[in-house]
């Protein structure tokens, strides 16, 4: 079985530029959260969604949102990026709303230059 | 919020026991998760307590107080390849977990 899925793998953008992250969970997953992770440091919670609809918001601007697909899917976008969005955007799946025990794909490392 | 706190960076000699620490400070806990984190790699689950006490998996024990908002994870039988990261987590409400800022436990021949 395929586990969580993320891309791109890699991305360099642009300072104010937008950018769209992708993750598939596991088949069966209903609920997809976001985490960013900062080198040296623990992730930090974005976005949860279970069953298309946002359940859980961390202390991130409204230029990132965020948002979950019928087939569970999810993308996070960020919009005007800036120098201090370059991190490791972790997407991380459970069969339900569980509150533990997440499988995290291998994330998206986002470099703005 | 929530804020956890564990030592930076661990070493230990292969075969050996190892504990890692956490506190934490929070509000709305439900409980404390333990994931591992290899270089470049995707953090792995590894161990949950919800209620006060030892949860034993294989060589990995995880330990709650709630009382002394704290707990530990205990590697025992260390291996070269348990050289990684390891985060705790406290789990709240809407399926988010604050992550502390990681340990980093070498492992020594």
């Known amino acids: 079985d395929a586990g969580v899925t993320q891309s791109p793998t890699h991305l360099i953008k642009t300072r104010g530029q937008h950018v769209t992250l992708r993750c598939s969970p596991i088949?069966?997953?209903?609920?997809v959260s976001w985490y960013q992770q900062v080198l040296g440091q623990g992730p930090q919670f974005i976005f949860q969604?279970?069953?298309?609809?946002?359940?859980g918001r961390g202390n991130f601007p409204d230029r990132f949102s965020a948002r979950q697909f019928p087939n569970y899917s999810s993308e996070l976008n960020v919009n005007a990026l800036l120098l201090g969005d370059s991190a490791l955007y972790l997407c991380?799946?459970?069969?339900?709303?569980?509150?533990?025990?997440?499988?995290f794909g291998s994330g998206t490392r986002l470099t703005v230059v | 919020g929530q804020s956890l706190e564990q030592p930076s960076e661990v070493t230990a000699v292969e075969g050996a026991i190892v504990q890692i620490n956490c506190t934490y400070q929070?509000?709305?806990?439900?409980?404390l998760s333990w994931y591992q984190q290899h270089d470049g790699g995707a953090p792995t689950f590894l161990s949950y307590?919800?209620?006060?006490g030892l949860e034993e998996t294989g060589r990995f024990s995880s330990f709650l107080s709630r009382s002394d908002s704290y707990g530990y994870l205990l590697l025992q039988e260390l291996q070269m390849k348990d050289s990684a990261s390891y985060f705790c987590?406290?789990?709240?409400?809407?399926?988010?977990?604050?992550f502390g800022d990681g340990t980093t436990l070498t492992v020594k021949p």
């Open positions: 307590n919800a209620l006060d």
């Open positions: 929070t509000s709305g806990f439900y409980g």
């Open positions: 969604y279970y069953e298309k609809e946002e359940r």
């Open positions: 991380a799946s459970s069969p339900d709303r569980e509150i533990y025990g997440y499988t």
């Open positions: 088949s069966g997953h209903k609920s």
């Open positions: 987590a406290g789990a709240s409400r809407a399926g988010k977990s604050t």
